[in-house]
T-cell receptor, first 113, second 113 residues
Framework: DAGVTQSPTHLIKTRGQQVTLRCSPK?????VSWYQQALGQGPQFIFQ???????QRGNFPDRFSGHQFPNYSSELNVNALLLGDSALYLC????????????FGPGTRLTVT | DQQVKQNSPSLSVQEGRISILNCDYT??????FLWYKKYPAEGPTFLIS?????DKNEDGRFTVFLNKSAKHLSLHIVPSQPGDSAVYFC????????????FGSGTKLNVKP
């Protein structure tokens, strides 16, 4: 049973560019949450997708957007990249909304130069 | 604003002894708390949780204590094992905002053989 998978593993982008990160949830899970983890800090909630809609959002600007597909996989898009967007981006999946038990993927390390 | 704080960046403990990891929170609306363990190059793994209706929850070598009046929780690991060496994050959520988890900055535990 595959857990949560994320791609790519690492990514280097230039300031001002756009990036798309991908996440496949654990089998049987239908809810995907995205987190940003800056160096030396804990994960910060970006948003959560359920039934292909954004259900909750953290304190992130509109440059951060997402999408969930009918197969429950999800994308995180970040436009107009800033140096401060450099971080580890974690995807977590769960079964249904309000399920506290989340399974995290290994993350995508984004470096903005 | 940091609503969940882990004030000890690191902790070193001898194998077989007790490890105590601490976490403080400021939001009185938080009613569910979790601990995650993270190894390098992996996503956080759920370890143990506690609801605000309880003050203690045990799972094998791991016990979480919650002191609501002090807005403090702690994770006890007894006995500590070298395989427990990892970064530990505490996280909190509020019922009306249950999809949104707030994480502390983590404590790196080193269990010495």
């Amino acid at each position: 049973d595959a857990g949560v998978t994320q791609s790519p593993t690492h990514l280097i982008k230039t300031r001002g560019q756009q990036v798309t990160l991908r996440c496949s949830p654990k089998s049987g899970h239908d809810t995907v949450s995205w987190y940003q983890q800056a160096l030396g800090q804990g994960p910060q909630f970006i948003f959560q997708y359920y039934e292909e809609e954004e259900r909750q959002r953290g304190n992130f600007p509109d440059r951060f957007s997402g999408h969930q597909f009918p197969n429950y996989s999800s994308e995180l898009n970040v436009n107009a990249l800033l140096l401060g967007d450099s971080a580890l981006y974690l995807c977590a999946s769960s079964m249904g909304q309000g399920n506290y038990e989340q399974y995290f993927g290994p993350g995508t390390r984004l470096t903005v130069t | 604003d940091q609503q969940v704080k882990q004030n000890s960046p690191s902790l070193s403990v001898q194998e077989g002894r007790i490890s105590i990891l601490n976490c403080d929170y400021t939001n009185s609306m938080f009613d569910y708390f979790l601990w995650y363990k993270k190894y390098p190059a992996e996503g956080p793994t759920f370890l143990i949780s506690i609801s605000s209706i309880k003050d203690k929850n045990e799972d094998g070598r791991f016990t979480v204590f919650l002191n609501k009046s002090a807005k403090h929780l702690s994770l006890h690991i007894v006995p500590s094992q070298p395989g427990d060496s990892a970064v530990y994050f505490c996280a909190a959520s509020a019922r009306e905002d249950f999809n949104k988890f707030y994480f502390g900055s983590g404590t790196k535990l080193n269990v010495k053989p």
